[in-house]
């Protein structure tokens, strides 16, 4: 409580110094509508679509600071049901039941034993249990998300940012294990990161210098976030170092331990190849355990490059190690994918390959073909798209995604494949 206090009074202090100013304001809004339509390659053939609106408003006001909102209206027209959209007997498959198992067991006691007619439990307990499963998200209602909602102040020797915030550490493109505020996803990489609720501090030390220190607030000190930042600048690379605790409600819920995680990151050129690398090491601290002990620590780490050819031709490479996964595919199981889904780790496996080309034809057609391997299962995930940029207004992409590898034991075999039409438009 005391965190999110002190989180409330610092906004209201900057709310007051804002308009105590009599500066003139610069007020901005925009956003995007998106709709997007899946079909799903099964003998069901299987059809989800989702509706989204994104307005975003931004209110500079001179050298004080400003305000920033973006707001999310999602519409889940059809959404679909995990088990469908996975083959049975699958890694995932097995994953999930054995994950969901606790709770499917709970709500066995819905059914009457005997002569009696009523539930062991009561709807509202029936409620609770269903809204805790750790993958209610794949059965989405609609819903409004206000996804920034930041007080920005400048002062003369460091700026201060209060309230639902995006914070993007790393360098990374489909991975990145020091950013520990976001859940990546690397069959979308390009996705939208969340807000985070944060008091976030920036302290210049020079043009391509500085501190960012992030204090995340949960329901007591127990369950909140914080973090520290340093980056700077020597010669054509960007580099940082980075020191984080990570502990909220979530992760208590889902049984994962607080966190302490140390970080590195570096971004440049060597000639005209763009580079990048990253790694953090992961100490969870479990019941019992101290800060100091190590018996669980791990680390992650992610190498990529980039080049664009002569004629136009974008292509990347990124390498993944993840210590946490499994060495052997038969080893996959609910604990991996808690993990996995809850941002801890982004694969079953511990190394991937994610690369691709892109190109680009008059600035109105851009083809592209990706591909994330796993090593370990030797499976991967194609995802070929083409996009048609018509005007500055509209955008349609349509794309696919295709699982190659072994139905039972690969982490991308047992998905069925699957074919999306993505309109977008702009204002």
Known sequence: MKPFIILI?????????????????????????ENKTVLTVSSDELISDNALARLEGTWDIGKWGGIETHVILSAPLQPLDPFETIRNGSVMDRSLQQALYPFLEKLDDFIPSGDSTEPLLSEKDAQRII????????????????????????????DLFVGRQMIAWGTGYAFNPTDIWNSKNPLDPDAPKVGVNAIRLEIPLGILSGISLIASP????????????????????????????????DRALLGLPPKIVAGADFTGEIGDIGVWAEAAFNNPVYSGMEYTDFDSSFVQAVAGLDYTFDNGLYAIAEYYFNESGCKDSEDYGAKELIKLLTGEMSGLGRHYLFGGVQYSIANQYDFSLFALGNLTDRSVMLMPSVTFIPNDIISIEIGAQAGIGDHKKSEYGGAFPNLFLTVKGYF
Do not use: C, E, Q
């Open 9 to 33: 009074f610092t906004a209201l202090f900057s709310v007051n110094v804002l308009y105590a100013s009599n500066i003139s304001s610069n007020l901005r809004f925009g956003g995007y509508i």
């Open 131 to 158: 809204w805790h499963l750790p993958y209610s998200t794949f059965y989405p209602t609609d819903k409004v998300v206000l996804d920034r909602a930041l007080i920005k102040t400048y002062f003369k020797h460091f």
């Open 218 to 249: 949960g329901h007591d000190f127990k369950h909140s976030s914080a973090g520290l930042r340093i980056k700077s600048n020597l010669g054509h690379f960007d580099f940082s170092l980075s020191g984080m605790r990570i502990m909220n409600s």
